[in-house]
């Protein structure tokens, strides 16, 4: 079966440091991913990389089975690429609905639409659709989203992503500082996306949430991946074993 996205030995310099060493990943549609390792393992690194905010230096990215090159996140979003960071982007003072349309806001038909008038009417009619499909907690489009919990921001975000996602969505530690309410809620909906046929990758260094989520593992560890793991080897025995090299070469290896 063709991945839906891979990598292939992607290496990436910064001056004499060699952040990725002929790196590798691939995603299914419809599945989650969780990326880890510990700090400097290069998952900052390989996700701009798959993300358009950094070019590899050497290596291959297909999307569907064909060759890609991203140079730019304007170029990954235009293949149906999104990635929620964990600084969320979002505008504080903007409701939840204009949040969903920064950067692509729908103008008016006609006349009105020539002189830039927006279609705030439109806009909030498909993000309350999509918001409500995804079953997110957010129930008033408009107060600003500064006054919203964090999982709710942290909703916005990741419905926000999908919206506009055709194919794939990084999600950068997406429960960091969430209570475990607000974690679970988050996490549901990441598995709501991948259930709409998106292929969701998390970021995390939470073992509980790739325990709870995840339908498989990715290791990086030294700018390489190291492990690849099933949902049943995701106890953190094994997640620990893979992400400080103790892992059997034989059992989960790459």
Not at 190 to 198: F, I
Request: charged share 25%.
């Amino acid at each position: 079966m063709t991945a839906l996205f891979e990598a292939r030995d992607i290496t990436k310099r910064y001056g004499h440091v060699e952040a990725l060493r002929g790196a590798d990943f691939s995603l299914e549609a419809g599945e989650v991913v969780a990326l880890i390792g510990d700090n400097g393992a290069g998952k900052s690194t390989l996700v701009k990389c798959l993300s358009g905010v950094e070019t590899p230096d050497s290596g291959t990215l297909l999307l569907r089975g064909e060759p890609i090159t991203l140079t730019s996140p304007q170029q990954a979003r235009a293949r149906g690429i999104e990635t929620v960071y964990q600084d969320l982007a979002l505008a504080p003072e903007l409701g939840p609905a204009e949040n969903a349309f920064i950067g692509r806001e729908l103008l008016r038909p006609g006349l009105l639409g020539r002189l830039g008038v927006l279609d705030k009417k439109g806009m909030r009619a498909r993000a309350a659709a999509a918001f409500t499909s995804l079953g997110t907690d957010v129930k008033d489009l408009d107060a600003p989203v500064a006054a919203l919990s964090g999982g709710q921001r942290q909703s916005v975000a990741i419905c926000r992503a999908v919206m506009w996602a055709s194919g794939i969505v990084f999600m950068d530690e997406p429960t960091a500082a969430l209570g475990v309410r607000q974690t679970r809620n988050v996490l549901d909906l990441v598995r709501r996306v991948a259930d709409g046929g998106v292929g969701g990758v998390l970021i995390t260094h939470n073992k509980a949430d790739v325990q709870q989520v995840a339908d498989r593992v990715e290791v990086l560890r030294l700018g390489r991946r190291v492990a690849r793991l099933s949902a049943d080897e995701c106890d953190v025995e094994h997640l620990v074993a893979a992400m400080t090299g103790g892992l059997d070469e034989r059992e989960g290896a790459a």
